[in-house]
């Protein structure tokens, strides 16, 4: 076998070092042919590929393109459309563009493309064979370990995915019986609502109290903390919206005359880089920054940067609050527990139905904030529900062997940038200060 | 603080607006101008000055000019401004006026230096004696006349002072200055005790330390129905009046290099580069050329017909004119005159005072693909492999200013590109070249040794208190070398030795961006007026030139890096009168839109008009998407650019030819093919504008001067003298109107289709691709065979295209060497003339060359040629070749519809004759 090649080799080695130095025309007419074509090309008279036209035997590889298909062409540059094919023996065979041939640059391992002896082409189709065997062997080995790794994942996938819809149902009782508790307070509530005007004062004083309770717990629901914000977020963007573009370019043109050298260099770059000029000020004026957050504008910069379509470093954040909440609430939700609540409920509502009129404050307040525990709790059941469902719906792939990567985070760091993906969710690139979301 | 406060959140609310617009208000308009709008006021016959003491000295006409009667209008003018007139072979006559050096003026005005060139010295003719003649008419008014060429006198008027070249016969005026009584030239002075002599704008203090020295004056071009030239503005090629009647609120077209962020394409708003040379042409046939060497901001107004009916001198009415009115805030009077009487003419003229346009390295004239910016090692070498898997061919990869060390230039990010000598080579063994960005402004960083350097050595231009100037440009704080100054030119220079310029290959080209100069915090984004040059000169005396000297000492340092045997490729955004003898420029920021698109052509047509023949836009639009149909045709209009470059903005989405889908890619493969196939007339081309100075694309009237349709048209161009382009300039176009001009016919490029000369067609439009045609009586040289870059088809066979005229003649040349180095100048290429007539083709040798080539011609395409003979013979050696029916386009379907000679396999080194039997 290994004789044979190198005889090949060795003919093949002749073959070129005996055509004419000075024409392009290949000694060899069927050059670039390959072995399953060569039949077609052995007639006198031969067609093109696409019909168009017939050319005779000596108009094959004339280095005259006939065809415009490129048919009679194969071995030479004659025609665009054509290809060329390389045997490569030691190697995979392989087409070329017909833009390679004889253009000083050696393409095929068997350097077949350049025999016009313009450049002599080694020949290192037994290397590149040996490179794509090793390449070919490292794959199938990869692959081996991946196959190993795919059966653990689906294994633990399942053991997830059972524990998460037990969870997921758990959750869903229990949103059962807090709904009917929520309920029933809100029928008290609204009653206390409905209590005469000569309790005002002292209502007031109660909702005071119920405030600074809501601030002061620090376990109390997310939601009613983001809500606001979202609110004002909502309020800054209509008022950016409301001022008129030509309004921005007058203030543009009154500010800038106020602005230093340097603000006024960053801010006209940042007209090309189109990003760079505020990520630049935070940089250096870190002192002012944090001035500026306990001011009374504290949250502006953000809700600005929303409006800005930047609002991927505002949004990560979010993100990362969900994920802590909800494994904050993800504690085993036992029955046990459950029925205490109910009891403590009943209990509750019972005390304070005892006694049909007047209520007294000291009970309203409680009852106030009994209704806002227990919606706050049911707030958090809802959201843990829906983000559970929302992942139970994802195409885990078929074994569901995806399933663990929904809440893992993979890194990679290439030259100066970050790349984080999380599966199912986002992918970002960051670059020490900035991070951009990737599509 | 509160209000640094407001400033600041001010600055993060305008970074996140996404939507920009030109910030007209940001720039000066006239009005806002001092000089500006001092002279638009001024009314005609205002000016009082006579000539007086004329007489002959050095070879010169010379005069004084005084006003008439002490104490007029004039009150500034207190000393007398001495005149020269000179004149030079070819038709060129040179006016200048200044203040008398002998009188001691506060300081000497500038003159531009290193624009004119040495060789245009030696063609003055040496005036001996100046005849006078009275003056029909005018009660006993002299004129002294000189010699001007064959044909051409100068004359001198003395009272009032008008200066002019007329044709001899019938005393036919040509070009004349003053005519209209506008000249003004206000003389440097002492300031008054109540004067206060600075400016002020938006926030900036020009402290105008020499106070008001303004030149202004009329010139008039008669047998003239439009005026081009003066770029750069995003305008129509044929320059509309800004002033007269008919003419709505107009600033003058504006020349003040300016980095304009998103310009505007159809506004006389000065942009990144001036050259203040006019040209006129009219119906006649004629042209001429008045030019202007002045490099401090200009104003032009070209008046409407009737603008000085009321009030003004009744000038001659026999001839059609165009009046216009230069303005300058600095400077000397220092213009030249040109004759004509050819378009032609008239740049070779220009030319031979300003020089020659640079031969290119035969690579240039390939397609570039640029980016801000090709991110790092693996992106290049990614970008690169693509265009050989989709088989389109491309010659240089460039790298925009985020391939620095902080925006040090002439460093490399060593994260993202740490081995660049590989990367070159890697790019170098495919025959590819690779661009970098060079900048001028230099990071304030002590640690930067080049910064380090020019700060000791004291190179930098200096603020008008004396310190370095300090600006901000995307390093951050940044200087600027005086490129004024030779000898920090020569400094700059060195910086590009393979030594200095760690990393660089002589694979590697430049590209000198931000050369206006942009300085971010500057006045209208630029320079401050009263900074401080080589040997006191104000900046707003050069401002226009800045960026051509650093232009020139870049072309230097690629040419010293080389021994002087590579010819440099130097890409510019600014550029002033003299800028094409350094390299190529581009029309700088450009949109993603079809106006942009549209307005290319006139602005390419002006730059080559004016000298600067390799040109081009930013294929794609620099800022903003291209919806994929405007970057075909982009692509398909920009492979007739000379320069031809795809370039976007780091915000776009990637935009390579094979990203839009396989239809898109390839109707843009077959667009950059076009021009691989047209490179060796290309080349050819560019050596007739680095000999004559005619440029490679040209207005339709510079091809048929006598075509008054062709005199406003700037939708279609030529490319040479054989082909005519119009770009699709509408989205879903389904027809075009193209006007072909002469009396012969056109082929059409890709059909062969012959369409009638002298009228407008119709035509179908495909989105294969826009309508171009090869005139008939022309041969055009092509290279069918496909390759990687322009480096492998050096020894492909030629293909001759053959448009024959009504007497089924044609004739054209080629011009081949080494694509390189500057062996020509010795001789070492190859010209050769191919005629066809009597059905003989022949090649014969256009002067003596001494260059080999194994390159043979493979293929002659006959248009407009009877079918029916079936050999020809070839001499020498008397071999037969087959004539056929054959494409006349390959890579793709195409029919064979064109007479096509098989094979003769001539020499295209040698004589030989092709006799069609």
Known sequence: MKQRLSLMYLSFILIISSRESSSSIPSNSFIGIPPQDEDYFKREIIKCKNGSKKFTKA???????????????????????????????????????????????????????????KVKCPYTCHEAGKVAMESFKRKIEVYQEGVILRKVEIGLAKRAIARDKAELSGLKNEREVVEKVVHQLEGQVRKLEQEPQEKDDKMREARNEKVENEESGPDKNVDSQIEPMKASDVEKQGQAGESPSDQNEKDEHESSEGLSREELGRLVESRWTGKKSGEQVEETDPVKNDQEEGGPDAGYEESVADNSGRSSTAQYKIGVQDLKNSSDIATPSGKSWLDKIQETAQNFLQSVNLFSIPVANLDANKIRKEYNHYTAKLSDLESRISSLTEKLKFDFGKQNEFYLFYDRCFELKQDKYIYKVRPFRNATQEDGSSETQLG | MKMKQVAFLFLIFLASQTVYSWKKDEFRACDQTPFCKRARFRKPGACTLIAHDVSISDGDLTAKLIPKAPHDQDQDQIKPLTLSVSVYQDGIMRLKIDEDPSLDPRKKRFQVADVVISEFETKKLWLQSASTEKINGDDGGLSSVVYLSDGYEAVLRHDPFEVYVREKAGNRRVVSLNSHGLFDFEQLRVKKEDEDWEERFRGHTDTRPYGPQSISFDVSFYGSDFVYGIPEHASSFALKPTRGPGVEESEPFRLFNLDVFEYHHESPFGIYGSIPFMVSHGKSGQSSGFFWLNAAEMQIDVLAKGWDAEGGILMPTEQSRIDTFWMSEAGIVDTFFFAGPGPKDVVKQYVSVTGLPAMPQLFSTGYHQCRWNYRDEEDVE????????????????????????????????????????????????????????????IKRDESFHLHKDASQRGYYIKDATGKDYDGWCWPGSSSYPDMLNPEIRSWWAEKFSYDNYVGSTPSLYIWNDMNEPSVFNGPEVTMPRDALHLGGVEHRELHNAYGYYFHMATAEGLLKRGDGKDRPFVLSRAFFAGSQRYGAVWTGDNSADWDHLRVSVPMVLTLGLTGMTFSGADVGGFFGNPEPELLVRWYQLGAYYPFFRGHAHHDTKRREPWLFGERNTALMRDAIRIRYTLLPYFYTLFREANVSGVPVVRPLWMEFPSDEAAFSNDEAFMVGNSLLVQGIYTARAKHASVYLPGKESWYDLRTGTAYKGGKVHKLEVSEESIPAFQRAGTIVPRKDRFRRSSTQMVHDPYTLVIALNSSQAAEGELYVDDGKSYDFKHGAYIHRRFVFSNGHLTSSPVGNSRFSSDCIIERVILLGFTPGAKTALVEPGNQKAEIELGPLRFGGQHAAVAVTIRKPGVRVAEDWKIKIL
């Open chain 2, 382 to 441: 990614n970008v690169d492999s693509k265009f050989d898997e989709h088989d389109i061919p491309y010659d240089v990869l460039w790298l925009d200013i985020e391939h620095t060390d902080g925006k040090r230039y002439f460093t490399w990010d060593k994260m993202l590109f740490p081995h660049p000598e590989e990367m070159q080579r890697k790019l170098a063994a495919k025959g590819r070249r690779m661009v970098t960005i060079v900048d001028p402004h």
């Open chain 1, 59 to 117: 108009q094959l590889n004339d280095d005259f393109c006939d065809c415009p298909d490129g048919t009679d062409e194969p071995g030479t540059s004659a025609c665009p459309l054509g290809k060329f094919y390389c045997k490569n023996i030691g190697h995979a065979p392989s087409f070329l563009y017909s833009s390679r041939v004889n253009d000083g640059i050696c393409d095929c391992c068997d350097g077949s493309d350049e025999y016009d002896g």
